[in-house]
């Protein structure tokens, strides 16, 4: 099987390094992919929202799967493209169509679907210009802290809470004034939820599913979950307080029901979803859809999984996830991120790595990394996610460590406290 994965982070190379070790492949592009990816396949220079580029690829090279990593393409609609151009009929893709992917691209759209199907989340309230007053008054009525979240794709960057409800009136006037351009025209309101996080990682066809796996990220750039929200700073699964109440919980509450509704509504979905959960007090409230894999999550979740992958995404395709077998290792994972100092405000780029053949028992999967003249360079915020195995949380985290400490740039910084909350 010829098989293109469009991205170019630590999702893309962890995704990569999975299916290059498919006894169903015959041979990988990434497209940008990194210096990590061109490792394991062959990198395109490609952005995976030129979508006729990306049409034309899959036509040049006989391309049999096409497995999109970020959100991005799937909001904008590429596998609706992709199947409207007819030249395609037999491309398995894994992804949503727009229609699915509004689960991730408009809060608004994933808040009404959650009511409309009886699926835990915060209470919240949509609004726009129109009904500003209504909005205020509403942002009074609730006990802070308030959350406001821009509607559309803000990059990681369209949620704000805030403590004074005067302050989140004024955001909210700024947000809906254009602070976050288009993503910002709508806004939602929600209750605030109290209790941790956690995500869950499914695959389905639009009628069966596969849970892939538990995992918790560290959102924070500093330790003790302080300063400024990133794309991730690190991760480990599985998460110990998902205990198999909890994650029965999940199943029936959240995943189920999704899916289901998903159907209810006629909208076809083959691909992952990706719930952002809250624990409150044993019960899980989705915070939010994504409809790809995360990142740093995908680093720690896809390994455990003993499984073709190539053959789950082909039973994805032909509806028979049901019979396939998809154990996860009884283990743990721990992901580190290393990243260029300054991330995620302002950070230097195209400093060389070393190192990275000195880890031991550990994953190290490349993030913002390009390589040059026989040298691999930062080329990102996030350059690379140590991911690493162990009997128990601990000895994860050790690895992890001990495999963080041997790669150097100038720069280089990671929190030294993932996974400390949970030992
Ligand atoms: P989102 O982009 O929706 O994942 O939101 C970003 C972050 O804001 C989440 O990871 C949570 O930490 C936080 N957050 C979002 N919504 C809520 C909520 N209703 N209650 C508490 N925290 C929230
Ligand atoms: N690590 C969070 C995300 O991928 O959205």
Request: charged letters at 25%.
């Amino acid at each position: 099987m010829r098989v293109l994965l469009l991205g170019g982070g630590g999702r893309e190379h962890a995704l990569a390094w999975k299916i290059s070790r498919s006894k169903r492949l015959t041979k990988l592009f990434v497209a940008p992919g990194n210096a990590g990816t061109s490792e394991v396949a062959t990198n395109v220079n490609l952005r995976p929202t030129d979508f006729e580029g990306v049409s034309h690829l899959v036509e040049r090279e006989a391309i049999d799967m096409l497995v999109v990593g970020p959100e991005e393409p799937l909001v904008e609609g590429i596998r609706d493209y992709l199947e409207a151009s007819g030249k395609h009929s037999s491309l398995t893709i894994v992804g949503p169509g727009r229609a699915g992917a509004a689960l991730e691209g408009s809060k608004e759209f994933a808040k009404h679907f959650m009511t409309r199907h009886g699926i835990p989340t915060a209470a919240y309230l949509p609004v726009t210009r129109e009904n500003l007053a209504e909005g205020i008054a509403f942002l009074q009525r609730q006990r802070p802290p308030l959350v406001l979240k821009a509607d559309g794709l803000a990059a990681g960057k369209g949620v704000l809470i805030v403590d004074d409800p005067a302050e989140a009136a004024r955001e909210l006037g700024l947000m809906l004034g254009g602070k976050f351009g288009k993503a910002g025209e709508r806004v939602v309101i929600e209750e605030f939820l109290r209790g941790i996080e956690l995500s869950v990682f499914v695959l389905t066809d639009g009628r069966d599913y596969k849970i892939l796996g538990a995992a918790k990220d560290y959102k924070r750039v500093g330790e003790g979950d302080t300063g400024l929200n990133t794309g991730g700073m690190g991760a480990i699964s599985p998460v110990p307080f998902a205990d198999a109440a909890f994650n029965r919980k999940v199943e029936e509450r959240i995943v189920i029901p999704t899916i289901e509704g998903l159907r209810a509504d006629g909208i076809p979905y083959k691909g992952f979803i990706f719930l952002g959960l809250m624990n409150v007090g044993g019960d899980p409230f989705v915070i939010e859809y994504n409809v790809r894999m995360g990142d740093p999550e995908t680093e720690v979740v896809i390994p455990r999984l003993n499984v073709d992958l190539l053959s789950l995404f082909e039973a994805m395709e032909k509806g028979t996830l049901r019979e396939h077998d998809c154990t996860l290792d009884d283990g743990y994972r721990a992901a580190v991120m290393l990243t260029a100092g300054g991330y995620p405000v302002s950070y230097e780029k195209g400093h060389k790595i070393s190192g990275l053949k000195e880890t031991r028992e550990c994953l190290v999967f490349h993030a913002g990394t390009t390589f040059r003249n026989g040298a691999v360079l930062t080329n990102g915020g996030r350059v690379i996610a140590v991911s690493s195995r162990g009997n128990t949380l601990e000895e994860a985290l050790q690895r992890s460590y001990d495999g963080a400490g041997k790669i150097h740039f100038k720069g280089v910084y990671y929190r030294h406290d993932i996974g400390c909350d949970l030992k």
